[in-house]
């Protein structure tokens, strides 16, 4: 009985250390992360991020892992509904019992599931959202975000709009939430008293099976410039129906929509030529980046690990970029991978760049600065490839 006991408590000691200074979801050997995207539902064209980053964590596992550990990515589909996102955050974080979040794509998922993780304690690690409000560190004290937020962008094209066109009018098709909101938002925060008198703006659903009507209606206000502020599909469609009324605005495409092969193929390359994106990614497809380190060793994990995909889908680069910030998070850690320390390095990345990232993108965080990233380059599309139309931007650029 003895024996028995001293066994039983060497067990238990065993587990304590494992799980020691909170380091829930780790061992010895696996740390458990989890996410949760839109694999199916009206936005699945940007869940293939998710199937990029489960790729990446495969690879790195075929490499050994990280400091002996390998990654148990645990990633669930919420159909880009957020009741679904919160019944999948409470079973990655009490069922799977995952060290962090990583990832989480999604505006009304993150808004939906944020209030629950921070009452866990459980970091919400570079969730992909541009949400304005995921930026206050004081609210959000556990996340950190991977997209430039959609204010900081916003303001990037008002500027850019009114240095270009700066007599004319602008209207602005966006999704009725605060993806689409924060876009809105920030051109009233430039333009201010202005704003009604230069922008027609028209709101879609997410739900809804086009925006033709909204097209139409903006052709109607006489706008030189349209920004559309949504998801791939929708900005497909926006790009081929003023194509099909002969309206020919100068376009401008928000981040999550810029991809050739989201959007841009479904509208048609040569419809979309002049079509103008801010972004933060080289592209897999044009030519000029055929000889970068980055791209070369995108194109061999694509051969490797996710043959036979659309390359041209930038959702699938961004997912690899991801993953890459993911290795390099864990590996920052050491072997400290509590959930205290997570956070702490999440908020010390100092001038990382990415292989894949343009020229001149950096990141950097702190105890302050949530954002992954804070710049974009603005880029056209000539038909056949992109053609980089400015320097480094951010929110403060003229």
């Known amino acids: 009985m003895l024996r028995a006991l001293i066994a039983c408590a060497m067990v238990v000691a065993l587990n304590a250390s494992a799980h020691a200074d909170g380091a829930a979801g780790v061992t010895p050997t696996e740390i458990k992360v989890g996410g949760i995207y839109p694999f199916s539902g009206p936005a699945s064209s940007i869940g293939l991020v998710g199937r990029s980053v489960l790729a990446y964590v495969q690879s790195i596992n075929d490499r050994g892992g990280i400091n002996g550990r390998k990654i148990n990515y645990i990633a669930y589909d919420d159909a880009y509904s957020p009741p679904k996102a919160v019944e999948h955050a409470r079973k990655l974080v009490e069922s799977d ?236 850690c050491g072997d400290d991978l509590s959930r205290e320390n997570i956070m702490k390095q999440a908020r010390n990345f100092r001038d990382v760049v990415l292989p894949t990232a343009l020229p001149g993108i950096k990141i950097n965080t702190s105890d302050t600065i949530n954002m992954n990233y804070t710049q974009m380059r603005l880029q056209r599309w000539m038909g056949t490839h992109w053609e980089l139309v400015s320097d480094v931007l951010d929110a403060a650029s003229e």
């Open 97 to 332: 019992e995952v060290a962090f979040m990583f990832g989480q794509l999604g505006t009304p998922g993150n808004s939906a599931t944020a209030k629950y993780l921070m009452a866990k304690g459980v970091p919400a690690i570079a969730i992909v959202s541009g949400s304005n409000k995921f930026t206050n560190v004081a609210d959000y004290r556990f996340t950190t975000t991977s997209l430039v937020s959609f204010d900081t962008e916003g303001k990037i094209y008002a500027k850019f709009l009114t240095r270009t066109l700066p007599n004319a009018k602008y209207a602005i098709l966006y999704q009725n939430d605060d993806l689409g909101k924060d876009y809105l938002n920030a051109f009233k925060a430039l333009l201010k008293s202005d704003f009604d008198r230069k922008v027609a703006a028209a709101a879609y659903e997410i739900t809804e099976p086009t925006i033709d009507s909204q097209v139409v209606n903006l052709r109607s206000s006489g706008a030189e410039a349209l920004l559309v502020a949504g998801t791939p599909k929708f900005a497909a469609q926006a790009i081929r129906k003023a194509h099909e009324i002969g309206w020919k605005p100068l376009i401008l495409l928000n981040y999550p929509s810029s991809s050739v092969g989201a959007t841009l193929k479904p509208a048609g390359l040569d419809v979309s030529i002049g079509v103008t994106v801010g972004t933060m990614m080289m592209d897999p497809v044009d030519a000029q980046w055929d000889s970068s380190d980055g791209m070369k060793g995108f194109r061999a994990f694509i051969d490797k690990y996710m043959p036979g995909v659309d390359v041209s889908d930038t959702n699938y680069l961004f997912g690899y970029a991801q993953g890459m910030l993911l290795e390099r998070l864990i590996t920052q």
